[in-house]
T-cell receptor, first 114, second 113 residues
Framework: NAGVTQTPKFQVLKTGQSMTLQCAQD?????MYWYRQDPGMGLRLIYY???????DKGEVPNGYNVSRLNKREFSLRLESAAPSQTSVYFC?????????????FGPGTRLLVL | AQSVAQPEDQVNVAEGNPLTVKCTYS??????LFWYVQYPNRGLQFLLK??????LVKGSYGFEAEFNKSQTSFHLKKPSALVSDSALYFC???????????FGGGTRLMVKP
């Protein structure tokens, strides 16, 4: 059981480049989430997918798009990277909300935009 | 809108002493409260949660948290700190109508030998 996996672990981009961060979970969870972590600001929700086939904006969605490819996979795309998107990105998953909604996190992707 | 406050950026404690990491929250409806821990260069790990029932919740690694509805607090505690407890701790809240967690800014716990 790998839990939540993320690729890549680290990426450097130039301003204006695009990239997709990949996330997969093998726990048969229904909900998946993308967060960014910046110093002193905790984690902020970018987008989430409550169930397969649905996606919703979180607190900071501007500059990002997501795709819930299937129940296992949830990708985050930066169409035109900006230095303000330099951050650590975490994917998480959780079972049904009715079960308490505990979220399980991946190891993170460190993104540097020059 | 829901919110979480962790008033201390850092907490310093000597090994063997009790520790407390503070958290207060604001949410409409019944709160679902969580504590997570983050070790350097790692993702967040779930420690414990309060959904309903007993106000004292026990979690992983000897940690516990006390839910206080009147003070809207959910402080994390441990009777005897270990050096290996040094990490970044996050409190989070979700209301019973929503699907999103809101995190506090985090508190760095430093346990010195």
């Amino acid at each position: 059981n790998a839990g939540v996996t993320q690729t890549p672990k680290f990426q450097v981009l130039k301003t204006g480049q695009s990239m997709t961060l990949q996330c997969a979970q093998d726990m048969n969870h229904n909900s998946m989430y993308w967060y960014r972590q910046d110093p002193g600001m905790g984690l902020r929700l970018i987008y989430y997918s409550a169930s397969e086939g649905t996606t919703d904006k979180g607190e900071v969605p501007n500059g990002y798009n997501v795709s819930r490819l299937n129940k296992r996979e949830f990708s985050l795309r930066l169409e035109s990277a900006a230095p303000s998107q330099t951050s650590v990105y975490f994917c998480a998953s959780s079972p049904w909300t009715a079960l308490g909604g505990t979220q399980y996190f991946g190891p993170g992707t460190r993104l540097l935009v020059l | 809108a829901q919110s979480v406050a962790q008033p201390e950026d850092q907490v310093n404690v000597a090994e063997g002493n009790p520790l407390t990491v503070k958290c207060t929250y604001s949410v409409s409806g019944n709160p679902y409260l969580f504590w997570y821990v983050q070790y350097p260069n790692r993702g967040l790990q779930f420690l414990l949660k309060y959904i309903t029932g007993d106000n004292l919740v026990k979690g992983s690694y000897g940690f516990e948290a006390e839910f206080n509805k009147s003070q809207t607090s959910f402080h994390l505690k441990k009777p005897s700190a270990l050096v290996s407890d040094s990490a970044l701790y996050f409190c989070a809240v979700r209301d019973d109508a929503g699907n999103m967690l809101t995190f506090g800014g985090g508190t760095r716990l430093m346990v010195k030998p």
